[in-house]
């Protein structure tokens, strides 16, 4: 049960606020959040606050949010409720809004107040949830959203079309996906189209013998839907897609994958025989399928590094010589690589010699950042750094080991993207709507897949 | 619109579950209870919502209640982590007296769990790291084949950090010990002095049950000459030796070096006090201790100095000659020119004892080196599944335990109200000084016919033994406020009699302390004493071997009566 709602601006500027109960405090809550939020020491978590109001009220309040888009989302409550349903609902809430009025972000919703409140008014009411599905909530909402200016350049980054928020999505086909979804009464011109994402986040650790520690991804498959309600729709994954360890299918290695969870509405009956998933969106987005995979990678790892490091204690010179290998495919490619290596205290100036002109090297925050803004698979990188350590005196009495890297070096952690790859091999076959537009042309429909680094740690 | 999910049905079945009519006719509650259950098309807030209301039912018999496990058995795997949650917590709740079944259920929910701490969302991720530290405090070694999933990335934020890192502090055993603690060392050196730090006190916490390999890593963490990091470092060495007396060794081969990149006050304070208890084995500890001594003057912690006081004291009856200057100086300057009376206190009293005879000295000085039965008891501490089941799912695990207390007991003192002033008063009204508080013990006697007999001396290993053996005859809860003074505490409880077994040093969260006492017919009184955080409750248990509520009551107002007088004394 939720006392208050509303959305700060990442500046603590509150965009929309909402009282559902009355029981307690006033506008100022916000304010106090965000004062309390940034006052906080580093190692407590702002997940979770409380406030107790005047020493003899009784008037506490717990406040729960989620950071969304450089907005912050607050609920606040006096009870002891469950904080997963809760930050749930705050991430259902997110992905509503975005959904309604386009994308979610400051702009946005400062565009959209009315239309917020509206939705907020029939999806919470007194602080219970009624219902979340676009499915319900559109035969209430009447109010239009305002959808913004049309394409500048300075908006292109923000942009934030439908999946990840990537490098890849600003070349992805139309910036269509990031239109709200609007009731199909005013709108019949515009287009049928259906996004369909397999996103995969890749976490994995290589211990510095060059020998894989762990291997994690985290797959999703997600939908966007502009297609009228109702509409039937199935997706076809790879026949060879494998769940458990001993399931096995087809010939060859197969696709595997440890645990597999589906959205309610997804309907399974071919999904043992032919691995077809059929379903009805409601229009608006959904994560179909979410999947899990560790320690057993059928494809090999996107990149390799293979570091060597020389220090000279006696001049506290630290060279660093870097190889970057990726292993991908030839014809695949990732973006936007960022090689994040931190140093150890007082180091002052560094000299480079790379092997592209295109990449970038430099100093900040106790580390050394190599950017590399696109590698082809099969191909080898690297970059020499020379670095000045004066003040780091070596560990005394354990002789002179001028090979052991000096402490407070590494481990090394790369961040990338990798559009039409997806880690475990998982692809999409088809995606077939048996919806038949009356005198409208065939629905669009796109398919993408990405992979993209979540923690990917390279020891020294 | 309709309530909860998309069915009318849904909120006539939501007045029947908390009608206390319905409730009270148990078979009509099982039967809305069936309709519920089988109920389709419950969107996941309607269905974590009637696993709400379920809370409330009891089954009538085993049967009813495997029954209803088995028809729920499927919200465990639904997608919504809330709903998971929800039914976790009605199964625990349910089968509290069904350990194996709590068990099944625990492992069953540790798919969803890990996949939630993995998440996308770090605000869920973080809540889901909360309830698995939940977890592990009951069943240790649940998540253990899973700790990898635990390593730090670099860009999580701090909070999520230093959860992972008590996760991966409580998960360690045998097989993964290895790489826990390259991961952990891993972490030492980041940037971020808070996260290093707290990695530190972290392989601190593993070397408690893996000593070599930790007190290795930590030695060499010593060779960064980081202030951050040595002064944590040592501060781990102290409760370490305290706790495993068999790496007293490593530690003081390791110490040689550090006091030029200690600064602040807590790591001064361990490496004297390390220097003082082991200074016999470490070659140069007097002329580290001399260096303090002649930096005594700009010290500005009164704490260090009367640390230093006593190790250099400690030091003294092991290697007179080496100290016997700077323990001359150091006296004098605290005697002749510290403005601390405290500081000042305690210099007259250590020049008095020496006045006393060396013999005399040893005799107060020479404590036990270090206490591993203390360690031990907090050990075994391992809470059951019930013990916190009703707090599954709910705000307590994500704000911890001794936070949760804090806020409730606002909260509580917010509703009492009057009552605040009533306590007050009770710690005004106690004696101000132990003589008087003598005079008032001696006056029990006559009143609640308890004589304590003064030299009851019991061993740790029987007290354990004992303790273990009987059930709690009372337990209550007294107002304490600010930290506790062990020393003070441990003087004033000798003077009405009651000896202490075992203490945690001051400070320490949460603070134990087992104390035991006899009275002049044989009946031993054994007490725990445990307070949870700062600035709350002193709780109190009592174990009596012969069952006497009278001398149990003129007991707990001894105790009472000294908890009355330090109160008043600190404040």
């Known amino acids: 049960m939720i006392s208050q709602f509303f959305i700060l601006s990442s500046k603590g500027d509150p965009l929309i606020y909402k009282d559902f109960r009355g029981d307690s405090g006033g506008r100022d809550v916000a304010e106090l959040f965000y004062r309390k939020l940034t006052g906080l020491p580093g190692d407590e978590s702002p997940v979770v606050m409380v406030t107790s109001g005047g020493e003899w009220h009784h008037d506490d309040r717990h406040f729960i949010h989620i950071r969304h888009s450089g907005l912050y989302l607050v609920a606040t409550t006096s009870e002891n409720i469950s904080p997963f349903s809760l930050l749930e609902l705050l991430s259902r809430l997110a992905t509503l809004l975005g959904d309604y009025c386009g994308s979610l972000g400051e702009g946005t919703i400062s565009r959209n107040v009315a239309l917020v409140y509206e939705l907020l008014d029939e999806v919470l009411d007194y602080g219970y949830v009624q219902t979340t599905s676009t499915e319900m909530l559109r035969n209430f909402i009447q109010t239009e959203a305002v959808v913004s200016k049309p394409f500048s350049l300075f908006d292109l980054s923000s942009v934030g079309l439908f999946g990840a928020e990537t ?114 969106p409601p229009q608006g987005e959904l994560t179909v399928m979410r999947y899990q995979l560790s320690d057993d990678l059928p494809s090999p790892l996107p990149f390799r590094l293979f570091p060597s490091v020389q220090w000279d204690r006696g001049s506290g010179r630290l060279q660093v010589y870097l190889k970057l290998r990726c292993d991908l495919p030839p014809k695949s490619q990732a973006l936007n690589v960022r090689l994040h290596l931190p140093l150890p205290r007082g180091v002052i100036s560094l000299s480079q010699e790379l092997s592209g002109p295109e990449q970038k090297a430099e100093l900040g925050d106790g580390a050394l950042h190599w950017d590399l803004p696109r590698v082809q698979g099969g191909s080898q990188l690297s970059g020499l750094f020379q670095m000045d350590v004066p003040g780091l005196p070596g560990p005394s009495g354990q002789g002179p080991s001028t090979t052991a890297p000096p402490l407070g070096l590494g481990p090394a952690s790369l961040s990338f993207e990798l559009p039409r790859h997806t880690c475990s091999g998982l692809q999409v076959r088809f995606l077939r709507l048996a919806f038949r537009p009356c005198g409208n042309a065939n629905p669009h429909k796109w398919v993408r897949h990405l992979s993209h680094s979540d923690a990917y740690v390279i020891r020294i | ?162 959860q992972k890192v008590e996760v991966l502090c409580e998960l360690v055993n045998d097989e993964n010990v290895q790489q826990v603690l390259e991961e952990l060392r891993g972490y030492c050196t980041d940037v971020s002095a808070d996260f290093a730090q707290a990695a530190i006190f972290a392989i601190g916490g593993i070397a408690r049950t893996y000593t070599d390999q930790c007190v290795q890593i930590l030695t060499e963490l010593l060779g960064l000459r980081q202030e951050h990091i040595t002064t944590v470092v040592v501060q781990t060495f102290r409760d370490l030796v305290w706790l495993c007396p068999q790496c007293t060794e490593a530690v003081c081969q390791a110490l040689p070096g550090c006091e030029e990149n200690i600064q602040d006050s807590e ?86 004892l ?218």
């Open chain 2, 267 to 352: 790591g001064k304070q361990a490496l004297i006090w390390l220097l003082g208890v082991h200074g016999e084995r470490i070659p140069n500890a007097p002329y580290v201790l001399e260096d303090f001594v002649e930096n005594v003057k700009s010290e500005t912690f009164p704490a260090v100095t009367m640390e230093l006081l006593t190790a250099l004291l400690r030091l003294f009856l092991s290697r007179p000659a080496e100290c016997q200057d700077a323990l001359g100086r150091l006296l004098h300057y605290c005697i002749e020119e510290e403005k601390n009376m405290a500081v000042r206190d305690r210099g007259l009293f250590y020049y008095r």
């Open chain 2, 1 to 162: 619109m309709p309530y909860l999910g998309s069915e009318d049905v849904v909120k006539e079945l939501k007045k029947a579950l908390c009608n206390p009519h319905i409730q009270a006719d148990r078979l009509r509650y099982r039967n809305v209870i069936q309709r519920v259950i089988r109920m389709p098309k419950l969107d996941q807030w309607g269905q974590a919502e009637v696993l709400n209301f379920l809370l409330r039912y009891e089954p009538r018999s085993e049967e009813e209640l495997f029954d209803i496990l088995n028809l729920l058995d499927s919200f465990l795997k639904s997608s919504s982590p809330g709903v998971v949650m929800g039914a976790t917590k009605l199964f625990l709740i349910l089968a509290k007296k069904f350990p194996h079944v709590q068990t099944d259920v625990l492992v069953q929910v540790k798919g969803p769990l890990l996949a939630a701490c993995s998440s996308e969302s770090r605000e869920l991720c973080f809540a889901a790291l909360c309830h698995v530290r939940q977890i592990l405090h009951s069943l240790p070694g649940h998540f253990s084949s899973h700790y990898k999933k635990f390593f730090c990335s670099y860009s999580e934020p701090h909070y999520i950090k230093l």
């Open chain 1, 167 to 280: 490098q890849q999505s600003k070349v992805a086909p139309s910036s269509a996906a990031s239109r709200p979804v609007l009731s199909s009464r005013s709108d019949q011109s515009q287009k049928n189209e259906v996004f369909l994402d397999v996103v995969e986040r890749l976490s994995v650790l290589i211990a510095s013998n060059g020998s894989l520690l762990k291997v994690d991804v985290q797959g999703e498959i997600r939908l966007k839907s502009f297609l009228p309600s109702g509409s039937e729709m199935r997706i076809g994954l790879t026949e060879e897609f494998c769940v458990g360890k001993s399931e096995l299918r087809g010939y060859g290695p197969g696709i595997r994958v440890d645990e597999v969870s589906f959205h309610s509405s997804v309907l399974l009956e071919e999904f043992e025989s032919h691995r077809i998933l059929r379903l009805q």
């Open chain 2, 354 to 571: 020496l006045l006393a005879g060396i013999d005399e000295v040893k005799r107060i000085l020479c404590s036990p080196k270090s206490d591993p039965s203390l360690g031990l008891l907090e050990d075994q501490a391992e809470r059951p599944v019930n013990s916190w089941a009703s707090d599954f799912n709910t705000l307590v695990p994500v704000y911890g335990k001794a936070r949760w207390a804090t806020i409730s007991k606002y909260q509580g003192a917010e509703r009492r109200g009057p009552e605040l002033p009533d306590t007050a008063s009770f710690a005004t009204s106690g004696p101000l000084i132990p003589e008087e508080n003598k005079e008032r013990v001696q006056e029990l006697p006559d009143s609640g016919a308890l004589v304590l007999v003064p030299n009851c001396q019991l061993t740790a290993e029987y007290f354990e033994k004992t303790w273990f053996s009987l059930k709690v005859a009372h337990q209550q809860v007294f107002p304490w406020r600010g930290a506790v003074h062990p020393d003070t505490l441990q003087m004033a409880l000798q003077v009405v009699n009651i000896q202490t077994i075992a203490m945690s040093r001051a400070g320490a969260h949460p603070w134990k302390a087992y104390l035991s006492a006899q009275d002049d017919t044989g009946c031993l009184f054994l007490t725990e004493l445990l307070l949870e955080s700062e600035n709350s409750e002193m709780q109190i248990s009592v174990k009596q071997n012969e069952p006497r509520t009278e001398t149990l009551n003129s007991f707990i107002s001894v105790l009472e009566t000294v908890f009355g007088t330090i109160g008043d004394i600190k404040s």
